[in-house]
DNA sequence: AATAGTGCCAACCGCTGGAAA
DNA sequence: CTTTCCAGCGGTTGGCACTAT
């Protein structure tokens, strides 16, 4: 019953890659393009998973590939899209040229997710880690109902809390003092909003230039004479806005 | 020079969702 | 509808390289 592999189950090696290995695999993505990963591992010659071809294709033989260090536009880019996708490491590389979510997912953890840890914020939440259930301190901050409201509903609807670039960017540099006092809340769905006429500009999202495609303020202008009370709502996705 | 500690990254593991039978 | 396979994804680990002592 069911769907029959399209292959056979063979004992298959595992560890590092030899480089007779990524010949024969690079020589045939070069001869064949895109096909089955299941089916692939038999067609080269190769004693490995399909499941293992395909990995070392995306993350290490792939022609377009880019090696080496992050540039600082690229860290940049890894920790605004971080805070607006979170650990969706594949839709960040997709963001990101020549760079695969095996690396990007690397960077995070070795470089960036320590850097927040050493400034007591948590790297997943942006919150400070002494308002957290699991800090020892978190007991002393939850004295106001505020404090203990989990928030599981996140919403762009402002006042939105911001990470300045700056904020970020000094993050490379180990301090001492922990929790300090900011509102780190991350929000990243729209908004509920009553007035059905409000609108939402989302020409702060990356890769946008604001003065040059939004019109919003032309809009509230024109929109605020004709007295209909529709606004139109910034905000700004990351929390970046300098 | 030897050893221990740390950082980095390639590769593996396990899970999930979609497609096929 | 159920079962199975497969591709893709995120989390984790093993081992090499480098640095500090």
Redesign the pocket.
Known sequence: ???????EKTPT?????TKEEDDKLIAYKKAHGEG????LPKAVGLL?????C???W???LRPDIK?G?FTEQEVELIIEFHSLLG????????RLPGRT???I???W???VK?KFLNRGIDPLTRKPLCQLPSHPDFSTTTNNAAATTTTKTHSFSAPITRIKKEEILEIQKPKLERCPDLNLDLRISPPYQQNSATRICFTQSPGLQTSQNCNCTQDIVANNNNSNNATAIYYDFLGLED
């Open positions: 019953m069911g769907r029959p592999p399209c292959c090696n595992k560890g590092p890659w089955s990963w299941g089916s490995r998973s399909g499941k293992s395909r990995l070392r995306i993350n290490y090696r260090k650990n969706k490491w594949s839709l960040i590389a997709a979510d095996n690396d997912k690397n960077y953890n070795t470089h320590r």
